[in-house]
């Protein structure tokens, strides 16, 4: 396996941890209850949520510090934290360090939500589907080679990256339309 290879998987991993949080999330904003429900056994999700997201920021982090370690990719540690001159599919890297950024400024918000308050936190919470549909985009769009080549929409890679995606709209669709009204104030 090349650097390339082993920072492709990294991606998927930080892909389907990201999809994983973002659900746990939406079943969070529902208040749901697995005690009562499936499984019937007390699972803490406020605590799998945030460890998941600490660990897919972490994998996300080191995804593309891996391509350093690569001959043939002809990335530096600047291309990797600001990509607009990366040496390879340029605009694809936007989009994967703007979702990382993303993703970072979610974490350290949710960090910070006791001195926020939850109301200002959830608005600055929201940008974790802005983070979303810029990784899946960058998953779906770039070559994992980094040769440029248009993307393949039925490699096994981007089935994955794009059944992530749609698990995630299928869950906020769903958390939509079950939403509970809001009380009326009189």
């Known amino acids: 396996m090349t650097a390339i290879d082993i920072s492709s998987t990294t991606g998927l991993i930080a892909m389907g941890l990201l999809t994983l949080n973002i659900l746990l999330g939406l079943l969070l904003s529902t208040n749901y209850n697995p005690v ?10 406020f605590k799998l949520h945030n460890w998941t997201g600490y660990i897919a920021l972490g994998v996300a982090f ?5 391509l350093l370690f690569s001959s043939t990719a002809g990335f530096h540690p600047l291309d990797i ?14 989009l994967g360090a703007l979702a990382f950024y993303l993703t970072a400024f979610v974490v350290v918000t949710s960090y910070f939500r006791p001195r926020l308050g939850s109301r200002i936190w959830k608005k600055l919470h929201y940008t974790a589907y802005a983070a979303a549909l810029l990784f899946f985009s960058h998953g779906i769009l770039i070559d994992p080679n980094l040769k440029g080549q248009p993307p393949d929409l039925l490699d096994g890679e981007k089935l994955l990256v794009e059944f992530c995606a749609v698990l995630v709209i299928a869950g906020t669709i769903l958390r939509i339309r079950y939403r509970k009204p809001k009380p009326v104030r009189s």
């Open 36 to 45: 009562r429900r499936w499984p019937h056994r007390k699972i803490e999700i």
């Open 62 to 66: 080191l995804h593309p510090l891996l």
């Open 81 to 94: 934290a600001l990509p607009l001159w990366s040496p390879q599919q340029r605009n694809y890297n936007v």
